[in-house]
């Protein structure tokens, strides 16, 4: 064949071929392929980031976690090779997800795992790490993530302290002023088999069962007399509605119990007020 035909044949080819990729979105012709994933962030309450590695990935792929995980979506900037996939986490334990394409076809299956939440309290004598359980108390966990994330527990202090008993924060800064920026009161969820055990979790309310909103206090004791009890009978009056159990101290109980041998007294008509500030300086989620 002529050197030039043969030459210009050539260039057709390579023009016909860079003309097809372009049509086709460059790799987007190829089914896209999944070989890993990766999560560097996925905390109950908070939007998860999820890292997919892979060939010839998307923004367009599809992900489908259940109602564990809500409004998935796939960053624009996502290259063909790691894709972050991002969805806001609803709930604990096993999280399924399975991806597809834009067409439906399935490319990956599998399972990912959320921890139960952990929040840390940074205090004046230490640190005490606290796990929630919102699988039996949603509502109140929830909200407490609520104050959490809020930075409403910054620099306040424990307030109510009493050996044997308890130990009560969340309401109060220095002098026993009042912290701004309360919620509306949540409802009870004391009926949820959580019982008020020595290091457990549970919210301050006052007389009204529907009172809670931001006070917490840790159970110094196992406290049953604060448990909910049912009424014997319709027209008996001797049930508990009780205190919602939520969380326990899975660190940091010894700082819990050296809080609770602070000198106390009345302070501004409050009684059981340690007399020296113990400061919860900060609350973060870590887990």
Not at 36 to 61: C, E, P, W
Not at 122 to 146: C, H, Q, Y
Not at 180 to 205: H, V, Y
Request: glycine residues 10%.
């Amino acid at each position: 064949m002529n050197p030039s035909i043969s030459a210009f044949l050539c260039r057709c080819f390579v023009f016909s071929l860079a003309a097809l990729l372009a049509a086709c979105g460059g790799s987007a012709g190829f089914t896209p392929t999944v070989t890993a994933v990766q999560t560097q962030s996925l905390m109950y309450g908070s939007t998860a980031s999820i890292y997919v590695g892979g060939n010839d990935l998307r923004a367009s792929m599809v992900a489908d976690l259940g109602t564990g995980c809500t409004s998935p979506s796939f960053s624009s900037n996502s290259s063909p090779s790691l894709a972050l996939l991002t969805c806001q986490v609803k709930t604990t334990g096993s999280l399924p997800l399975k991806i597809s394409t834009a067409d439906g076809q399935v490319i990956y299956q599998g399972t990912l795992t959320v921890p139960n939440p952990q929040v840390q309290l940074t205090t004046s004598k230490g640190n005490i790490v606290l796990e929630l359980d919102p699988s039996k108390a949603p509502t109140t966990v929830d909200n407490f993530l609520g104050y959490v994330k809020a930075g409403f527990y910054s620099n306040t202090i424990f307030h109510r302290v009493i050996a044997g008993f308890v130990v009560q924060g969340g309401g109060f800064t220095s002098g026993m002023v009042q912290q701004t920026g309360l919620q509306n009161p949540i409802a009870l969820e004391s009926n949820n088999g959580l019982k008020n055990l020595r290091g457990t979790l549970a919210m301050a309310r006052t007389n009204d069962p529907a009172s809670a909103t931001s006070q917490f206090f840790v159970n110094l004791v196992d406290n049953g007399f604060l448990d909910y009890k049912a009424p014997s009978a319709p027209d008996k009056n001797d049930g508990n509605p009780g205190y919602a159990v939520f969380g326990k101290v899975v660190q940091g109980l010894d700082v819990v119990d050296s809080i609770a041998q602070v000198a106390t007294g009345t302070v501004s008509g409050f009684e059981n007020v340690p007399l020296s500030d113990v400061t919860l300086t900060k609350a973060s989620q870590i887990k």
